[in-house]
């Protein structure tokens, strides 16, 4: 059961039916306050509801729960969607350029994009740059992408605050979670 996050899927709702006006949602907190489970719940009922309208819908991972495993690039996540919304050289390009090429793949249509558990690829304490800043080029790209210009959503869960959305506040919305 998913108790006293009513407000969180009432922002995710409102945010999906004004796609186009809020293109970014990020729930943000530490590791075990339900961030990826109230997703799921959210997520079971677009389903439930055959995604309200959405195109397309694409989540990723990049975290094995439990596993102790954690991504260091997104490499994987960028070749993957590349690949699945269709693009005809995933290989092709600088990262930057693959990161703009899903952009625009992604923006072809309605899409629902969940990106959960992002943080292993955002700047920590103890990095030369500022904290919570993505930190590899072709998903720093997508999300820049995303924030500037999206009919869909994409909805981030993370530990850090995603510092390349600050520049984005009238598109973008952050929600830390308490716990």
């Avoid at 629902?112 to 992002?118: E, F, R, T």
Wanted: negative net charge.
């Amino acid at each position: 059961e998913l108790f006293g996050r009513s407000k969180e899927l009432a922002l995710m709702d409102e945010a999906w039916e004004e796609a186009g006006q809020t293109h970014i949602v990020s729930l943000v907190a530490w590791g075990g306050v339900g961030k990826s489970t109230l997703v799921n719940r959210w997520l079971e009922q677009m389903e439930a509801e055959h995604y309200r309208g959405a195109r397309r819908v694409f989540g990723w991972s990049f975290y094995s729960q439990g596993t102790g495993e954690r991504v260091t690039s997104a490499d994987l996540i960028i070749s993957e969607a590349l690949t699945w919304f269709g693009d005809p050289d995933p290989t092709a390009g600088s990262p930057w350029d693959k990161g703009q090429r899903l952009s625009d793949l992604v923006r072809q249509e309605k899409t629902l994009l969940v990106l959960d558990g992002m943080e292993p690829l955002q700047s920590g304490p103890g990095y030369s740059f500022e904290r919570g800043k993505v930190k590899d080029p072709a998903l720093a790209t997508l999300i820049a992408e995303l924030a500037r210009d999206n009919g869909g959503l994409c909805i981030i869960t993370t530990r850090e605050a995603v510092a390349d959305l600050a520049r984005f506040l009238e598109a973008t919305q952050q929600k830390d979670l308490e716990q």
